[in-house]
């Protein structure tokens, strides 16, 4: 079974936010749309989201603006595996989303099978991070309570 999770979809094109939010939900996926990038942005300082899918073009704020803005203002750890799609792709384009932390780039139009499995990887990716960032919590810890431990014995001893 394919791993589930939260989607925040950005688009400002109703056709393709009513298409692509229902192919996402029909895996189980729980999708959020948004029509405009500020309202993302500011959904996403109230919401977790595992993957943030935006287009690039959109009025009042690009794609590009926005993972730029989410990237600076939230903690890498809170922060949702990130892909973009547009129709105007340009190799600038991808290649500044991706120096920015952006998981995938798809360029319209493509095959819904195709952001699925994407989808699917991107979370693999976020739970794989998630573990990681509480393994090596449980690693501090563990470090922390030997060092005490280590200190009170040594106190001990004098």
Known sequence: MTAT???????????????LGRALRAEG?????????????????????????VDNL????????????VV???PEGDRPQI?????????????AAMKLGALDFLQKPFEVDH???TISRAIDHQRLRTEHRYLLSERDEEI???TASSAAAGRCRR
């Open 5 to 19: 999770g939260s989607i925040l979809l950005v688009d400002d094109e109703e056709k393709i936010l009513k298409t």
């Open 29 to 53: 996926h729980r999708v959020v749309e948004r029509s405009n990038a500020r309202e993302a942005r500011r959904l996403i300082t109230d919401e977790a989201f595992d993957v943030l899918i």
């Open 58 to 69: 959109m009025p009042t704020m690009t794609g590009l603006e926005l993972i730029r803005d």
């Open 72 to 74: 600076t203002s939230v």
């Open 83 to 95: 892909i973009m799609m547009t129709a105007h792709a340009t190799v600038a384009d991808a290649i």
């Open 115 to 117: 952001l699925l499995v």
């Open 144 to 146: 922390q309570a030997t």
